[in-house]
Every structure is written in C-alpha cells, then in structure tokens.
C-alpha cells in the first residue's frame, strides 16, 4: 500500500496554468480508470475536484481537468486564482485487496 | 442537504480504545459504501478502512488491520471506527467520507482529532 508520488509543491502566477502529477503503478493508477483529485484548505475537509480520472463533479469550475497517461494522473489547473490555493491530493482504487491509495499532497501557491 | 457528523475522538493513552462515530444525514444512507480516512497533523491523507452498504463486507489499510474495526448502523444512519490498541502514530483527524462511485469521496465530515499520547 505505498503512497501515490506526488511533487511536494507546485506554484504559477494569477491567470497562469499549473499541472500536477500522480504518479503510480500498473496495480493502481496505470491499472484503472478511478483516479480522484481532491482540494484542502488549511483546517477544512478535503473537496472532490476531479473523479474518474478527468469527470468534473456539479459546481467545480471547467479550469480543473484531469487527465491519465500510463501510471501517471495529472491534474491541470487553468487560469489560476487566488483561492486555488491548497493542498492537492491525489487517490486511486488499488487492485491490491480492493483497497484506495492516497497522494503525498500537493501544496499549491499562487504567487 | 448531505452531512456527516463525526464525534468520539479525544485524547487516550498509548494502548487504549476509542469509537468514533459518523451521523449521517440528507441521503440514503444504506445506500452508499462508507470510509474512515485519516490525516495525522501537518501530513497527508491515508486510507483507513470502508465498509460496504450492508456492512457485510470490510477492509482495512495494513497499519490498522487486526487493531480498527469498521461498522455500520443503518437505521441509525450512523458509522463506526473501533479503534484498539491506540499508537502514537494513530494521532490524526480522522475523517468519515461517502462512496458515490469507486474509491470516489463526494461528501466528507468535518473531521474528529484523535490524540494517543501519554
């Protein structure tokens, strides 16, 4: 059960794109389309941005996207904002016992 | 409205027990498979366990296996961590999370810290 590899931060100016890379194995990631994305604001509960892979949920704005090549899921951020800051997590069904494996996080700032 | 209410964390000593509960309100709660998923302070999220909508099937994350037991109560609408033999690194805000499709979490509680710590 070893943690998805994300990069510990990431950062863009207002108005600029940033992407953020998952990446995993052929049992988890590279394996299944169930790749989830999800935005935490210090001290909140953590807000689903993205699930099956690149499906946006009802009221997260079309400047989210995700995407798959591979083991890798990526997560593309498009006319970045002030409160797209965040940490982003990344998670993925694992074919391993049927379980889910979580991202390192991604500390995201808006310069 | 969807919410999860979690409640039951607190600080307990090294070996100790603890049962945390998630209310759960504004949706069907038989319905939907059920997960406990942690964060320990300043560090990232990690699987716990999920249980499925009749409670007849379980798993659990290796460091938590044999010690945490997953539950449900559905007409109470209500889930359940039984957490045993408490370590310093079970320390986390434990969070209660919906299943809306695979391994997919729309609906998260607030969180309950639990401390294990002398």
């Known amino acids: 059960q070893s943690a998805l590899t994300q990069p510990p931060s990431a950062s863009g100016s207002p108005g600029q794109s940033v992407t953020i890379s998952c990446t995993g194995t052929?049992?988890?990631?590279?394996?299944?389309?169930?790749v989830s994305w999800y935005q935490q604001h210090p001290g909140k509960a953590p807000k689903l941005m993205i699930y099956e892979v690149s499906k946006r949920p009802s009221g997260v704005p079309d400047r989210f996207s995700g995407s798959k090549s591979g083991n890798t899921a990526s997560l593309t951020v498009s006319g970045l904002q002030a409160e797209d800051e965040a940490d982003y997590y990344c998670?993925?069904?694992?074919?391993?016992?049927?379980?889910?494996?979580f991202g390192g996080g991604t500390k995201l700032t808006v310069l | 409205e969807v919410q999860l209410v979690e409640s039951g964390g607190g600080l307990v000593q090294p070996g100790g027990s603890l049962r945390l509960s998630c209310a759960a309100s504004?949706?069907?709660?038989?319905?939907?498979?059920m997960h406990w998923v942690r964060q320990a302070p300043g560090k990232g999220l990690v699987w716990v366990s999920r249980i499925n909508s009749d409670g007849s099937s379980r798993s659990y994350a290796d460091s938590v296996k044999g010690r945490f037991t997953i539950s449900r109560d559905n007409a109470k609408k209500t889930l359940y961590l039984q957490m045993n033999s408490l370590r310093a690194e079970d320390t986390a805000v434990y969070y209660c999370a919906r299943e809306v499709s695979i391994r997919t979490h729309d609906y998260w509680g607030q969180g309950t810290l639990v401390t294990v710590s002398s």
């Open positions: 504004g949706f069907t709660f038989s319905g939907y498979w």
């Open positions: 998670s993925s069904y694992t074919g391993s016992n049927n379980l889910e494996v």
């Open positions: 052929s049992s988890d990631v590279g394996g299944y389309n169930y």
